[in-house]
């Protein structure tokens, strides 16, 4: 049970706000301890009390009422609800649609004489059982998606005890790839050693594994009410597109080559994913609701796993998860990654490759996402027109205004496009070092299997390792009014258009080299988003009622990491490059959005009259992290060989003394390098709008992203005097911005 208790000082009426502490490690007992604090998400309702019949209430609330909360929803937590927070800021609704379009509460602050350091009010969530209706029409199309594609392959050198599991995955043979590589140079080998073959007979052996995992989604959802159609509701009226899209692709590729022998390993991710949502009213459309009227279309990738929701943090949540998934719920934290890979990751390719001679391993990662939602009220609709349906001795109905304890009509017409994005990925050519262990005794993988690999590729000779991340995504964001549509809000409620763009992406790219004479080493990560966000009301609208407020917002963290390792005896070379590219548009306009400069008379006519605040703002935010790390490192001392496998006693003596010939001549290159292209285009603007009525209005257009780039280079060469040794360690970082940022009223009269 989530309770929350403040003081007086803790509000501030002003903004009509909430400031709640939500320390960790809290609770009495067992039961209700928790190791991280506990918040109420976007839309919880909650009910308020005072602390005694003696305590004054909160202007605008009443003891014992139910609100609903409005929380702030970012990038990181599309809920509203990060527990990690220490304090969350929360403001009050009559009711969860109203939460949803932002509707506040007005309240005021305590009567003088209450303890302003004395906790005597509190918030208590109320457990709610959502059937997952409209409470009133609704016509919605909603999908849930997910789509999942995992790879694996791999060689080994032969277990002289193996365990039955091994022995019949070695029957079933699952590494086609090297199957048929074996297959060919078995044939090879037996031609050539036939008389007068004329080849080489003394062929290495080698050893190829391939780990390829492919998916593809394309996913519509339309949701239209006609031309005709003519929907009246005494609760609210929804019209909703929603597509939320999970997806896993995972490869792996591991092989050890046979002794003296070469080897090649590569995973491959290749994801293509097209999510379409389109909700619309179309021309002449009749649509009246007494409360929330919402038109809304999104597209959703949320987390496979809140971070905040990774692991249990009460004990009730601990129940819940051995009753629900029984063994599994240890078992996805013993998977060798602590649960990371099947939990958090989005997209994971991993090789790994050994040998004694030559060891090449590359890790391949492209995704690529087009996305969109668009919200369309087309020309000529007509929503909460009919007066007869709000009017309480036509339509006699406890949710009619005159029926209101405050006399206030509550409609609240919602126009709504959204595109949200939460994911992780990687790339990279290493090893895990966490044990390998399952709770499960009937599990094949019962017991404890330690994976440790520094380094991904290694070898005696020559070790080359590659990471390859390309994401691109395309995301349209629309919410549009047209010409000649008629929109009513009730004076409790209010009129909003949002556009929303909300993205957190994670990419990491790792590689790491060693060889006994080279090691080579690349990353190379390049993404790309191309994002058209739009909040837009035609002039030739006409709006009446509340207020009217046009939101376009583009808000979106970025964090990429590249490194690049290598180390061998004669030439150590790593590499790590990072290209980010950014091309942003997000607008919030009333009128014609291509419009920035004219200078004509406004028109007569009154497209906008209400009774308080017309809000337009465009804003841009979030940071663009890009790190990059290569080294390189050399060593000329003499190096002693990996003793063979079953060598006698005594010969393992003699081997052991004798070092290998270091190489005379090392060198070590380093190079790190990160580019980014940001352009962004930030408008607010009421063009040509006529005469607009209202108590205030505000045209703002706001861009506040943070850049960093960080590079690093490291070469080292370590050796004798007499030994020619060179190193040379480089980093490059290039950011290339473009803001241009618009705030205007042009040809209408305020």
Known sequence: NNEKTFKGSQIDAEKNTFNLANPAFTGSDAASFSTLGQTFELGQAVVYKKSDAATPDIPGLVHGNTYYIISAIDQFDLQGDNRFATNQIVQLAETEHEARAGVAIDIGAPPIGVPQSVDEYTFSAKHVLDSGFVTGVGVIAQLDAEDIATAGSGTQMEDPDPSTIDVIKEKLNTNIPNLVIQTLIKNYKDNASKANAGANTNIPEFNFSAGLAFSSAEHTVLTTVGGTAELKSNEDLEVLATIEQRFQIHSESTTTAPENGSTFSVAADVGLYTNIAKATVASGAKLDALKALRVISSVEYPYLTSPDEFAPTTLGESIDSLQNDGYDSLNKYMDGTLGIQGGLFNSWARSTAKADSVGVAGSINVLIHNNVAETLVQSGALLNQDTNWRDAAMNPHPNQGANQSDGLAEQTVSIEALNYMQTFNIAGIFGIEIPHVSTNPFNPSYGPKSVVKPLGTSSQRGGAGG????????????????????????????????????????????????????????????????????????????????????????????????????????????????????????????????????????????????????????????????????????SLEPDTPEMPTQVPGRAKKVLGDADAIPPKTGVGLAAAVALSDVSDLTQASIVNAGRVQADTVSVTAEDSVFHVSATGGAAIVAGMATETTASLAGAFSLNTITSNTFASIIDTEI
């Open 467 to 634: 990471a390859i991340f390309i994401g691109i995504l395309n995301n349209t964001t629309t919410a549009r009014v047209e010409d000649e549509v008629a929109i009513f809000s009730g004076d409790d409620g209010g009129f909003n258009i949002k556009a929303e763009e909300l993205i957190f992406n994670v990419v990491l790219g790792q590689a790491g080299g060693r060889g006994g004479k080279i090691g080579v080493s690349g990353t190379v990560l390049y993404t790309e988003q191309n994002s058209n966000t739009l909040a837009q009301m035609s002039d030739q609208a006409v709006v009446t009622g509340r207020n009217v407020n046009i939101y376009a917002a583009g808000f979106g963290n970025h964090i990429a990491w590249a490194g690049g390792i290598a180390t061998g005896e004669a030439l150590g070379f790593g590499i790590a490059v990072a290209v980010n590219k950014l091309d942003r548009s997000t607008r919030a306009v009333i009128g014609d959005p291509n419009v920035i400069a004219t200078a004509n008379d406004p028109r007569d006519a009154t497209s906008i009259d209400v009774t308080e605040d017309v809000n337009v703002r465009a804003a841009v935010g979030g940071s663009q992290w890009s790190f990059t790390m290569a080294g390189a490192s050399n």
